[in-house]
């Protein structure tokens, strides 16, 4: 056996494998997916006399003169020519190498890009080579890279790669004819080195055959790893809930002082649908804001309990969690069933007894926070686990909370079943990629007597006509938040601002009662706030963003919204939500600093111009790109490296067809694709 002193060095990676490691490549694999980000046409030289400014081109001409000036600054230069014509050469960074390179009389390939200086054509900074052996006959590919790996050596290491990899294709031929797609070598090739008569601008739109071919490969191995994650949860077991044991839900449908919607009665059939299966539901419910989720949680809660089984909620806030508690409590509670409240907050007394209750079963909905999954709460009988806000919470915690069910019936590994809830609406393609493997509840109508939420643009400049038009309506009897800018590198000056500003309201309106909410203030004082707000006994709230999720005052009616122009289209929306729910008519005043950004205009328009959340989730898409909309980069999940969701949500569909196909019929090939695309990427297959 080798000592730990002889195998150290061999697990050490060399810089070049760190350095290719930081760029995801590892495995021969690896490298021939690395796809060039452009191309540089070197297939042929171009005489100087045809160089156009601002155009990059090879040229092969003999070196006239070099030296280094050193005035108005140090600099290489040189002169050189052809038959046609002669070119300056500039390097104001240089090493001795170029120097020696620029031997008088040598004659070079030069690659740069023509402009026009002060003594007629020059290159700055172009690159050279001897001018010998013949030209390239495709075009040169620019990879992506990192500090300290040049371009030609990253391309001889894919070029090597490519003559020693197996390219053979994973798509059998009538696949690939269905879905009109080239064979996978002649794709990865063409790629590589194209032709110099392609279309490049069909290369750079990724809209070329052998994109097409690349996407929906990439496609497809995501589309098999998700289908395969939603197969292995049908083979766990759950228990299957009728909620049959009581006439709970029937109670709590009267209790509900209205009538579900549609939508709401469609969620509920279909999560009582799955909840009757012997496998766990993994099931999304997805609404606007507004639309009425926690109506639908708690028909699913009651399904549960009424089966004999206890049910977790938890939210990512503790004002969200408190909110969800006491709309739930006070629904279910009259009906009898114990609602236990559990966060990190808790007094050590009151921690002890929630816990105890927990573990022996007296509590029959536990609502809480993150405190909810830590280790040492133990469920008697955990049959349903809600979460509020999912892509908010990281798989790591999904998969926890559900593994208290699994340690409550250790002996047979029952795993409880699972309804998440998004105010998000994540787009078709968007949801169809990484929610593949849950199944999804839409709500797609509001509530009745609802009417639309009128946006206004107002700019900062106007804030004092802004603040006596608001005095104006409250005194009306509206009540209204005042959102406080985000100050996103401190924390410490946005409370700041928030104190200030209500100090300032106050002052200026003495005669309404004004309160102020922030994430600094201790549970109870919020939960006091929220409530006074809730009673009408606050007419104006002044917050930061934890009143961002959830909030549910249907009196309030006006929403005003600080340096709009730097909070986010999501978040914008997810503030607007917090208006509009009752009957009343309610206004959004988004008040602006200029000069704006291109970006925040574009988002101060999205919001002006449309209220529907699918219309601003896909807007949102577009600006932010699928990581950021989906906080993905926290919570683990892969993102697709070539496939566009805006654009390929046609092969999107096609490779989830052939997932299913395959995975039904011919999982060999499932698997061999999977190699090609999953070695050494890992992340693609989601826990
Ligand atoms: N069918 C219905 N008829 C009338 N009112 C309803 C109905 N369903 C829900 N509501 C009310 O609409 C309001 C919004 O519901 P809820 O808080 O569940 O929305 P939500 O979907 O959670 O929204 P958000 O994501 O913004 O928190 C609540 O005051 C709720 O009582």
Redesign the pocket.
Known sequence: MPSQAESAPRNKLTPLQQRLQRLGLQHEQDFIVHLPLRYEDQTQVTPIARLRPGQASLVEAEVLQADVQFRPRRQLQARVADDSGELALRWLNFYPSQQKALEVGRRLRIWGEARLGFNGLEMVHPRLNQASGMLSSTLTPIYPTTAGLAQPSLRRLITQALARADLSDTLPDEVRRRFDLIPFEQAIRCLHHPSPDVSLASFEDHSHPAWHRIKFDELLAQQLSLAMARAMRHSQKAWPLDGHDGDLVQRLEQAI?????GA?QRAVAEIRADMLRAHPMHRLLQ??????????AAMAAAIAIDSGFQVALMAPTEILAEQHFR?LADWLGPLGVQTTWLTGSLRTRQRREALESIANGNARLVVGTQALIQTHVQFEKLGLVVLDEQHRFGVGQRLELNRKGEEAEAAVRYMPHQLS?S?TPIPRTLAMTFFADLDVSV?DEL???RSPVVTKLISMDRRDEVLAHVGDEIRQGRQAYWVCPLVEESEALQLQTAVDTHALLAQAMPDLSIGLVHGRLKPDEKAAVMEAFRQGEIHLLVATTVIE????V?NASLMLIEHAERFGLAQLH?LR??VG??SAKSVCLLMYQTPLSMVARQRLRAMYETNDGFEIARRDLEQRGPGEFLGVRQSGQALLRFADLETDGGLVEQARTLAAEWLEQQPELAQRHLRRWMRGRQDYLRS
Do not use: E, H, N
């Open positions: 002082p209205f009538a579900l919607t709401q609404g606007d804001v507004g639309s009425g989720k926690t109506v639908v709309k809830m105010a709500l509530p009745p007597g999720v959830g909030v549910d249907p997810q939500g917090r729910r009752g």
